[in-house]
Nanobody, 119 residues
Framework: QVQLVESGGGLVQAGGSLRVSCVGS????????IGWFRQAPGKEREFVGR????????YYSNSMKGRATISRDNAKNTVYLQMNSLKPEDTAVYYC????????????WGQGTQVTVSS
């Protein structure tokens, strides 16, 4: 059973930076993908980006492209989402999720961490 726990959310001023973490447990994360998503109040969940556990390759959606960096620490089973130049519209609950293969769905989700960007 895969379990994911996010942390590191909080309140930050516009233009600031924040790093949120996602710690995985329940298996050795040597393969598969961790995706980051966010959901703002009243809006649909939005894909931010993902990272491959095996080779560290990343992919980003346009929502935070150029302002977000996803990285991993295999030894700690942890994936990070570094967010820079934050804007009030980045305010959302940020979730990490795991899928086993590129073509599969994200079947395991964390509980989310709140990121609030003040203007």
């Amino acid at each position: 059973q895969v379990q994911l726990v996010e942390s590191g959310g909080g309140l930050v001023q516009a233009g600031g930076s924040l790093r949120v973490s996602c710690v995985g447990s329940g298996r050795t994360f040597s393969s598969g993908f961790i995706g980051w998503f966010r959901q703002a109040p009243g809006k649909e969940r939005e894909f931010v980006g993902r990272i491959s556990w095996s080779d560290g390759s990343t992919y980003y959606s346009n929502s935070m492209k150029g302002r977000a960096t996803i990285s991993r620490d295999n030894a700690k089973n942890t994936v990070y989402l570094q967010m820079n130049s934050l804007k009030p519209e980045d305010t959302a609950v940020y979730y990490c999720a795991y899928k086993f293969e590129y073509i599969s769905t994200y079947d395991y989700w964390g509980q989310g961490t709140q990121v609030t960007v003040s203007s």
